[in-house]
């Protein structure tokens, strides 16, 4: 028998699960892996509706059991058990007690999707039924978002009969070495005005640093309070920045919203708030107001920190390279990036001809994003890294799934959108066994209920997965 809710133990319960090290090679033993479970909305026969968060550790993640998430409301829906397990080498769940090269090699996808075979299979969960719910017996629902979203459709193409369906919101399914699109969408959706002065400011700051004029170089670095920067291509890429923080909006963020506020800074005269025109204010007011913009938060960004340890990226003895301690989530994500997946949110290449938002300095070409790769994982890079993502899309389906019973949400104003089923010019269709919905909702906004109270197209498209999880679960033989 189910218990009552007030007899449930509190969302944040961890649970541990004894996860083998190596799917290739058991002998090498277990691990302890992290997980949150709630049979609040069980009922018997009803499915297991599990989530992982991915790229980050599980702590704060609980929420993904209520019905405040899209995991929990199929979950309540579907009268299932809610599951959040944390992704192997982030947060508690490291098979090494560190994170040098040599224990980041079984850090990969096809681990990660072993994981969840295995676990499906073995854990014993915490209610009466809890070792009787195994995938050959009850219907397993998979959800996720960006990563976790992409792991979701990874797990159904390459294990067909695991899960029986998936919901996988803002999924970056196609692997791109060369991800410059990742600013089209912000590019695309921000303000007109901030977008036309931050391009002029951009195509200064390439014509200055890619230019011969010492003093011009000399007077651009000290406008930004970056002289001690040593590599002009660390300070054009450090004011992607202020473009990055795109990904942190919702469809409720309010004007000060770090992106808001920046493009505020650039566009509203401080004196008389008069705005400017979707032309802009133009190159000299630009400059100067982002200057001041950006030294006036220096703070937020590096801290106490001096620009050339703050921004540079060519010393090896770097943190950023050297810390190899559990927990450094940025060097155990940085691993697959520089392995498998790419996504080097650089600036667009030269035969693109609008007047872009990233500075151009910055690309595959002149390995910015390949060299710190070799930088931080010396012992498995030799030179530049450059993923075989071709490969990995062959391997885990890219644009090119068809798989049953796997909702794709997407969102127009998503960042990741060119490497989700929402990119421009790609083929595949939606249809009732494989739905595509777009919103107009950001990064992952779908896979926050109130976010759909706050945006009708959000709302919409929860109620469209909701029925089409309910009918996929019917289909249960």
Same mark, same amino acid.
């Given at each position: 028998?189910?218990?009552?809710?007030?007899?449930?133990?509190?969302?944040?319960?961890?649970?541990?699960?004894?996860?083998?090290?190596?799917?290739?090679?058991?002998?090498?033993?277990?691990?302890?892996?992290?997980?949150?479970?709630?049979?609040?909305?069980?009922?018997?026969?009803?499915?297991?509706?599990?989530?992982?968060?991915?790229?980050?550790?599980?702590?704060?993640?609980?929420?993904?059991?209520?019905?405040?998430?899209?995991?929990?409301?199929?979950?309540?829906?579907?009268?299932?058990?809610?599951?959040?397990?944390?992704?192997?080498?982030?947060?508690?769940?490291?098979?090494?007690?560190?994170?040098?090269?040599?224990?980041?090699?079984?850090?990969?996808?096809?681990?990660?999707?072993?994981?969840?075979?295995?676990?499906?299979?073995?854990?014993?969960?915490?209610?009466?039924?809890?070792?009787?719910?195994?995938?050959?017996?009850?219907?397993?629902?998979?959800?996720?978002?960006?990563?976790?979203?992409?792991?979701?459709?990874?797990?159904?193409?390459?294990?067909?009969?695991?899960?029986?369906?998936?919901?996988?919101?803002?999924?970056?399914?196609?692997?791109?070495?060369?991800?410059?699109?990742?600013?089209?969408?912000?590019?695309?959706?921000?303000?007109?005005?901030?977008?036309?002065?931050?391009?002029?400011?951009?195509?200064?700051?390439?014509?200055?640093?890619?230019?011969?004029?010492?003093?011009?170089?000399?007077?651009?670095?000290?406008?930004?309070?970056?002289?001690?920067?040593?590599?002009?291509?660390?300070?054009?890429?450090?004011?992607?920045?202020?473009?990055?923080?795109?990904?942190?909006?919702?469809?409720?963020?309010?004007?000060?919203?770090?992106?808001?506020?920046?493009?505020?800074?650039?566009?509203?005269?401080?004196?008389?708030?008069?705005?400017?025109?979707?032309?802009?204010?133009?190159? &000299?007011?630009?400059?100067? /107001?982002? @200057?001041?913009?950006?030294? =006036? $938060?220096?703070?937020?960004?590096?801290?106490?920190? *001096? !620009?050339?340890?703050?921004?540079?990226?060519?010393?090896?003895?770097?943190?950023?390279?050297?810390?190899?301690?559990?927990?450094?989530?940025?060097?155990?994500?940085?691993?697959?990036?520089?392995?498998?997946?790419?996504?080097?949110?650089?600036?667009?290449?030269?035969?693109?001809?609008?007047?872009?938002?990233?500075?151009?300095?910055?690309?595959?070409?002149?390995?910015?994003?390949?060299?710190?790769?070799?930088?931080?994982?010396?012992?498995?890079?030799?030179?530049?890294?450059?993923?075989?993502?071709?490969?990995?899309?062959?391997?885990?389906?890219?644009?090119?799934?068809?798989?049953?019973?796997?909702?794709?949400?997407?969102?127009?104003?998503?960042?990741?959108? &060119?490497?989700?089923?929402? /990119?421009? @010019?790609?083929?595949?269709? =939606? $249809?009732?066994?494989?739905?595509?919905?777009?919103? *107009? !909702?950001?990064?992952?906004?779908?896979?926050?209920?109130?976010?759909?109270?706050?945006?009708?197209?959000?709302?919409?498209?929860?109620?469209?997965?909701?029925?089409?999880?309910?009918?996929?679960?019917?289909?249960?033989?």
């Amino acid at each position: 028998m189910t218990p009552s809710k007030r007899d449930l133990p509190p969302y944040n319960t961890i649970y541990w699960f004894d996860q083998l090290i190596d799917h290739d090679d058991p002998s090498l033993g277990t691990f302890r892996q992290r997980y949150f479970f709630t049979s609040e909305f069980y009922e018997p026969g009803g499915p297991i509706v599990f989530n992982t968060p991915g790229e980050v550790a599980v702590d704060g993640y609980s929420g993904y059991l209520t019905n405040r998430t899209m995991n929990g409301a199929i979950a309540q829906q579907e009268h299932g058990a809610a599951v959040v397990l944390e992704h192997r080498f982030y947060g508690e769940s490291n098979p090494y007690p560190d994170l040098k090269t040599e224990s980041l090699r079984v850090h990969t996808i096809k681990q990660a999707i072993e994981d969840i075979e295995y676990f499906a299979y073995n854990v014993k969960f915490p209610m009466d039924n809890g070792t009787s719910v195994t995938p050959d017996v009850t219907p397993w629902i998979m959800t996720g978002g960006s990563y976790s979203g992409a792991l979701t459709s990874f797990t159904m193409f390459s294990k067909p009969d695991l899960i029986w369906a998936g919901y996988a919101s803002s999924a970056t399914v196609q692997n791109i070495q060369d991800f410059w699109r990742y600013f089209e969408p912000t590019r695309e959706f921000m303000d007109k005005n901030c977008s036309a002065d931050v391009s002029a400011v951009i195509a200064y700051i390439d014509e200055t640093f890619g230019g011969d004029d010492e003093d011009a170089i000399f007077a651009l670095k000290q406008h930004f309070n970056v002289s001690d920067v040593t590599h002009l291509d660390d300070i054009a890429g450090a004011f992607r920045n202020n473009i990055w923080t795109w990904q942190s909006l919702g469809p409720s963020s309010p004007r000060t919203a770090t992106f808001y506020a920046f493009c505020d800074w650039l566009e509203v005269d401080s004196e008389t708030g008069a705005v400017a025109g979707e032309e802009g204010w133009g190159l &000299e007011h630009a400059l100067q /107001a982002w @200057g001041t913009y950006w030294n =006036s $938060t220096w703070a937020s960004l590096c801290g106490d920190l *001096d !620009g050339e340890t703050c921004l540079g990226s060519y010393d090896p003895n770097l943190s950023t390279y050297t810390n190899t301690d559990v927990g450094y989530t940025w060097r155990s994500w940085d691993w697959i990036v520089c392995n498998e997946v790419g996504f080097f949110e650089d600036g667009p290449p030269a035969d693109v001809t609008f007047a872009p938002i990233v500075s151009r300095l910055i690309n595959v070409d002149t390995d910015y994003d390949p060299r710190q790769c070799a930088m931080m994982y010396p012992e498995a890079f030799s030179e530049p890294a450059h993923p075989d993502v071709d490969q990995t899309n062959k391997l885990y389906g890219g644009w090119n799934v068809t798989t049953e019973r796997l909702f794709f949400a997407v969102g127009s104003r998503d960042p990741w959108r &060119e490497a989700t089923f929402g /990119a421009n @010019g790609i083929a595949t269709e =939606s $249809t009732d066994r494989m739905p595509i919905v777009m919103s *107009d !909702g950001f990064h992952c906004s779908d896979l926050s209920i109130a976010q759909g109270a706050t945006d009708a197209s959000i709302g919409d498209l929860q109620k469209q997965a909701l029925a089409y999880m309910h009918d996929w679960v019917a289909e249960w033989k």
